[in-house]
């Protein structure tokens, strides 16, 4: 059913559909910068907002769009077929400008796409065979207004259907996972790259295509008037304004700041720029997330909540009974052979070698402890074996494979998962749309993914949290979403890191006996770094040690932890008392 945002919408489309008949030539001049911005605004969003990634060169293919359509349509070109190539050649640049921009991260690829941003200028005034220099390229005489206005319509009604698609869609998904963290969607068997490369490739297009569409509606461009900084910024500004990664943000600030540029522009243009300062200004003050997130607004206006949304709407289906069994198809496995391999890892970051030579096999169904003094290299082993980091010397093999040969999305659908030490859980996604994620992602059941994540959270205990935002849950409960998220990805190898700490002496009973069941019922194999040893002791088939990142020890819990060595450099004597009477309670 539709929502007030959505026949809002239906009806300002509607209504802008009319005013080209029924209003002042003016009021459509308005209505088509409106439009124009809300294409541009929409589709920066799906980058710059959904992904997190800020893309300061959007402007850069709004120029490319109206080139081409100049260059294309004034040699003789349909004007269809301009359209057409203006679209295809932007985001074939984009998909190639992309290999390098996103190399880079954070500011570094914001400062890398606004470097592009003159350097096009410079291009289009210096292609003088091609662009005609400072002149400016004339398009044919044509009576252009009506069509540009409904062309620039149907542009600003397609990029937000396809922001709502895009919202709902597992493809919007994987977006959202990697504005959140980009790392650990790989960890969960997403191929980021390809994701980056469509989204930058498909807003560049959108741009190109307003570009073109102002180009054909104008007559006339030249460098200054279609790659001026302004017409790079002002969509973002705009964008930031309403509440950039928020299926109605753009539309909102296009709304609010473009009418106000309009009026200003009647006034006195020179205040044009000067109020994309002060909306950056105001935005970073008072409103870091945009209008739409400002707490103030939103304890007055309740209404406004709707145009919050930016995902999936709330869960509506009830948590199902939390089972006895993993509710996680079982791999067909022969117990008993070797699964992991690591021979002579060694690993440094600099001059600091953190893992020497290290040495053990891991058998299929084993569950083996990993403990160590603090620093001891525990968690820079499990990030070499996920693929995270590559070792400087020596071999992990996982079912014969080279991990190092893998890519980290490859290593997680190949069946290794992983929690992480401080949880990382996708902050502003739900407990259920994190563990759908990683069902989805990992390919473990894409078919079935919402009823799979309900099973999964109800087994491990979260069936009463799932529309809960993971950056609202308690350290525990975002560990045991961890844990739930690698069960998600249906892993041959888990890798648990720390997750027992803090928890009460049930919770930690309940957490050994799932750790059991896992291992068991589904022959996953299991690696488990914890300080809790009467814990460890209690599941652990085997435990290795790790001091000053050499293998120390390996054997059962009892040999390991009566060993001298593993006493002397990790025990002090009371915390073995200690823990012996825990695990033997
Ligand atoms: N990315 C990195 N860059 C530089 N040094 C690092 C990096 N990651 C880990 N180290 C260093 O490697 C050493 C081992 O760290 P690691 O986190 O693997 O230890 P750990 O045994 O897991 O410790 P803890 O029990 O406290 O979690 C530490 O000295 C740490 O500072």
């Known amino acids: 059913m539709l929502k007030w945002p959505q026949i809002l919408a239906v009806v300002c489309f509607a209504g802008a559909a009319l005013v080209p008949a029924f209003g002042s030539p003016y009021l459509a001049t308005v209505f088509f910068f409106l439009l124009m911005s809300l294409v541009l605004a929409q589709s920066w969003n799906w980058v710059g907002g959904d992904m997190g990634y800020i893309n300061l060169a959007h402007g850069v293919h709004f120029g490319l769009g109206a080139y081409a359509l100049s260059i294309l349509f004034s040699h003789g070109v349909p004007l269809f077929l301009s359209f057409v190539a203006a679209a295809l050649i932007s985001a074939a640049v984009a998909s190639l400008l992309a290999y390098p921009l996103f190399r880079m991260r954070g500011h570094y690829f914001a400062f890398g796409t606004l470097a592009i941003v003159p350097l096009a200028e410079l291009l289009a005034y210096n292609l003088r065979r091609l662009t005609k220099g400072a002149d400016g390229i004339s398009l044919p005489p044509v009576n252009a207004q009506l069509t540009s206005y409904y062309i620039a319509l149907s542009l600003a009604g397609l990029a937000v259907l396809l922001s709502i698609a895009l919202s709902r869609s597992s493809f919007g998904l994987a977006l959202r996972c990697i504005r959140n963290d980009e790392e650990v969607s790989e960890a969960i068997g997403l191929r980021t790259f390809p994701v980056k490369v469509k989204t930058l490739a498909a807003n560049s297009a959108f741009a190109a295509l307003a570009g073109a569409t102002y180009a054909f509606q104008l007559g006339f461009i030249d460098p200054p008037s279609v790659f001026g900084l302004s017409v790079a910024l002002a969509p973002i500004v705009m964008a930031l304004f309403g509440g950039s ?106 001059g600091n070698t953190v893992l020497r030579n290290v040495n053990f096999t891991v058998r299929q169904g084993e569950i083996l402890g990993l403990v160590g003094p603090n620093g001891s290299g525990k968690t820079t082993l499990f990030n070499c074996i996920s693929g995270i980091y590559r070792p400087k010397s020596g071999q992990i093999t996982f079912d014969g494979m080279d991990v190092a040969s893998l890519r980290r999305d490859e290593a997680a659908r190949l069946g290794i998962a992983r929690t992480y030490q401080i949880p990382r859980p996708f902050a502003d996604m739900t407990v259920i749309e994190n563990i759908e994620a990683a069902v989805i992602f990992s390919g473990s059941d894409a078919a079935g993914a919402g009823e799979s994540a309900l099973r999964i959270a ?128």
């Open 245 to 350: 990664g928020l299926l109605w943000g753009p539309a909102v600030g296009v709304l609010l700041l473009g009418s106000a540029q309009q009026i200003l522009l009647v006034q006195v243009s020179a205040y044009q720029v000067a109020l994309y300062g002060c909306a950056i200004l105001l935005i970073g003050r008072f409103m870091p997330g945009g209008v739409l997130r400002s707490e103030w607004l939103r304890r007055r206006a309740r209404w406004l909540h709707a145009l919050l949304e930016s995902k999936k709407p709330a869960l509506a289906t009830p948590a199902p009974e939390a089972t006895e069994h993993p509710p996680v198809k079982s791999h067909h496995i022969a117990r008993g052979s070797v699964l992991l391999r690591c021979e002579g890892v060694t690993m440094a970051f600099g």
């Open 458 to 585: 109800a087994y491990v205990g979260l069936g009463g949290r799932l529309s809960v935002r993971a950056d609202a849950l308690s350290t525990q409960e975002r560990k045991i979403l961890e844990f739930a998220r690698a069960l998600a990805c249906r892993p041959r190898l888990l890798l648990v890191d720390e997750v027992a700490s803090g928890l009460t002496p049930v919770e930690l009973q309940r957490f050994i006996l799932m750790l059991r069941q896992i291992r068991d019922e589904l022959g996953v194999t299991i690696i488990w770094i914890e300080h809790i040893l009467g814990a460890l002791s209690q599941a652990a088939d085997r435990v290795i040690v790790l001091e000053l990142g050499s293998l120390i020890a390996d054997g059962s819990a009892n040999e390991v932890f009566s060993n001298d060595r593993v006493r002397r450099s990790y025990l002090p004597s009371a915390v073995v008392a200690l823990e012996t009477k825990t695990c033997c309670k």
